[in-house]
């Protein structure tokens, strides 16, 4: 699976993105996805993921009310929408997928297969 990821930019505080995630290669086969972040001197976190049906989800506390993940099956593509940012939001953002964790949603980055290159977004107070 090739995942690409395209959205990230410079917006003021309280403004929105929302980022794509497209996948190519082995589309056909079922797995979960995940968007993480990673700041400067910081670890990578998971901010939301993703089942495979869509049914599930799981956002960071950090995120919650603020971002929503949804993904669009024929397209082969997931979506991150941020809402209200904040300078802490500041990061680069990468997508990734996993094929063990397809319904069972997981956080932990080891449990992720691909990755995509990630996409900076910046937050100006």
């Known amino acids: 699976v090739q995942l690409q990821a395209s959205g990230g930019g410079l917006v003021q505080a309280g403004g929105s993105l929302r980022l794509s995630c497209a996948a190519s290669?082995?589309?056909?086969?079922?797995?979960?996805m995940g968007w993480f972040r990673q700041a400067p001197g910081k670890e990578r976190e998971c901010v939301a993921a993703?089942?495979?049906?869509?049914?599930?989800?799981y956002y960071a506390d950090s995120v919650k009310g603020r971002f929503t993940i949804s993904r669009d099956s024929a397209k082969n593509t997931v979506y991150l929408q941020m809402n209200s940012l904040k300078p802490e939001d500041t990061a680069v953002y990468y997508c990734?997928?996993?094929?063990?964790?397809?319904?069972?949603?997981?956080?932990?980055?080891?449990?992720?297969?691909?990755w995509g290159q990630g996409t900076q977004v910046t937050v100006s107070s």
């Open positions: 290669g082995r589309t056909t086969s079922r797995y979960g």
């Open positions: 990734a997928a996993s094929l063990a964790y397809s319904e069972v949603l997981t956080s932990q980055h080891s449990r992720y297969n691909y």
């Open positions: 993703i089942s495979w049906s869509g049914g599930r989800t």
